[in-house]
Nanobody, 116 residues
Framework: QVQLVESGGGLVQAGGSLKLSCAAS????????MGWYRQAPGKQRELVAT???????NYADPAKGRFTISRDNAKNTVYLQMNSLKPEDTAVYYC??????????WGQGTQVTVSS
């Protein structure tokens, strides 16, 4: 089992920045890929970015050039630095980890609201 605790969401004006964090605990030795997804009201959950155990990254088009995903394996934590935020970035952001089994785990979500 893996437990995920997210933090860092909030309200920010367009053009501003936020940094999300997600700390993993439990069977952390099994973690492979860590990532962030988001779900806006009335829309499906969508990929934001992922990072592999070796540091390789993948970004969805809306995140490219504005968001940066990183991880600290010593702290079992994944981060999402979000810059140049837009109102369309407003969503609940979910942390996700995939273990080597493979099995996926989700955080409880953190709200990000970008005002225009």
């Amino acid at each position: 089992q893996v437990q995920l605790v997210e933090s860092g969401g909030g309200l920010v004006q367009a053009g501003g920045s936020l940094k999300l964090s997600c700390a993993a605990s439990g069977s952390i030795f099994r973690i492979n890929v860590m990532g962030w997804y988001r779900q806006a009201p009335g829309k499906q959950r969508e990929l934001v970015a992922t990072i592999g155990s070796g540091g390789s990254t993948n970004y969805a088009d809306p995140a490219k050039g504005r968001f940066t995903i990183s991880r600290d394996n010593a702290k079992n934590t994944v981060y999402l630095q979000m810059n140049s935020l837009k109102p369309e970035d407003t969503a609940v952001y979910y942390c996700n980890v995939v273990t080597t089994q493979p099995r996926a785990y989700w955080g409880q979500g953190t709200q990000v609201t970008v005002s225009s």
